[in-house]
């Protein structure tokens, strides 16, 4: 199939109902913050601190995708970045397949490699533009020892048919690509390890709208394929709904509010989330949708508001938001919710 030819329509996809009891999560994230410090002066004194993340906690259950969803700056992509150690955390734990990955180096962040990769958002400067797909793809195999230089020629193919590209393809270097070709070789590196998380942090938002769906479906192929589990990083959430089980909603370093992807879009409860789910386009003249608009912009990190973060642009806001930050409670089962006024 031409990769900017529309492909045929395709079912919505199973939802894999999230399990009970800690033995079935695969990925937990307890208390994680991420803070950058803010220097300035001659001397680049500290002067205050960026709170990308602060506070966050989630679980993924094996073989299920979290979708994570935000405006830009709400640390969704430094969350993501976190989990898979190419940032350190300054407190917080990171518990993948019943492991605590803090503190790894050397040999044991080499096996993590194994376990857990990420698909980033640009796949042209996330690729090296010196090397062609064969080294991208075969070099990671060489140096886990995966294979045999004798067996690579034959694996590289493989990987790459594994995401509808030929063999021909190998040879071929970044620049020699179109954006979709590059993102299929961003996510055959990814999965060339056989890892069982995959991180995706925005992996068609860069791609036109023609060949976004295609990736997607890809993704969810690759996912039932090789049994994975998946963290989605998107502010996109019509995409969200079509490859999450679970839905994360991320405001100003914090979530507040997660649920099972078919009751969030039945019946959401927080008013950010209510907010975003007005702003997904309807595929229907005929139908009119009222737009919750909020009002102001998003709080710097660099200070954020005290109590509720989101008390600046609702509407239900009243002085109990600005004093106390509502705790992230379960008000049914599944949902999590962080509001004083809702569930």
């Known amino acids: 199939m031409s990769e900017h030819a529309r492909p045929p329509a395709r079912a919505a996809p199973r939802r894999r109902e999230p399990a009970a009891g800690r033995d079935a999560e695969f990925l937990a994230v307890r208390g994680l913050r991420k803070y950058f410090p803010v220097r300035k002066g001659i001397f680049l004194r500290r002067v205050g601190e960026v709170k990308a993340v602060d506070g966050v906690s989630f679980a993924v259950d094996r073989g299920t995708t979290l979708g994570l969803v935000g405006e830009s700056g709400c640390g969704k992509t430094t969350t993501a970045r976190v989990i898979v150690h190419l940032e350190q955390p300054d407190s917080g734990r990171v518990i993948v397949d019943g492991t605590d990955t803090d503190g790894l180096a050397g040999a044991e962040l080499r096996r993590f490699r194994t376990v857990a990769q990420m698909i980033f958002q640009d796949p042209y400067s996330s690729l090296n533009p010196h090397h062609s797909a064969r080294r991208i793809l075969g070099e990671p195999l060489l140096v886990h020892g995966l294979c045999t230089r004798a067996q690579l ?63 997607l479906n890809l993704l969810l192929d690759l996912q039932e394929e090789l049994e ?17 089980d679970v839905i994360a909603v991320m405001y100003l370093g914090k979530i507040v509010e997660t649920a099972p992807t078919d009751r969030f879009f039945a019946g959401t409860l927080h008013p950010y989330s209510e907010a975003l789910l007005s702003a997904v386009p309807v595929p229907d003249p005929r139908v009119r949708k009222k737009r919750m608009v909020l ?20 509407p239900l806001a009243d002085r109990r938001c600005a004093e106390e930050e509502p705790p992230l409670r379960e008000v049914a089962p599944r949902h999590l919710l962080a509001c004083h006024h809702r569930g």
């Open 153 to 215: 020629r034959e694996r590289v193919a493989a990987i790459l048919d594994r995401v509808n590209l030929s063999a021909d393809f190998a040879d071929r270097y970044p620049h020699e690509l179109s954006g979709g070709q590059r993102q299929r070789l961003g996510i055959a590196r990814a999965i060339a390890l056989e890892p069982r998380l995959i991180v995706c942090d925005e992996p068609v938002s860069a791609l036109d709208v023609s060949i976004r769906s295609q990736i």
């Open 295 to 314: 009002a102001g912009d998003v709080p710097s990190p660099l200070a954020p508001p005290s109590g509720c973060r989101f008390r600046t642009r609702c």
């Open 228 to 244: 994975l589990t998946s963290l989605f990083v998107a502010h996109d959430l019509s995409v969200i709904e079509h490859v999450s």
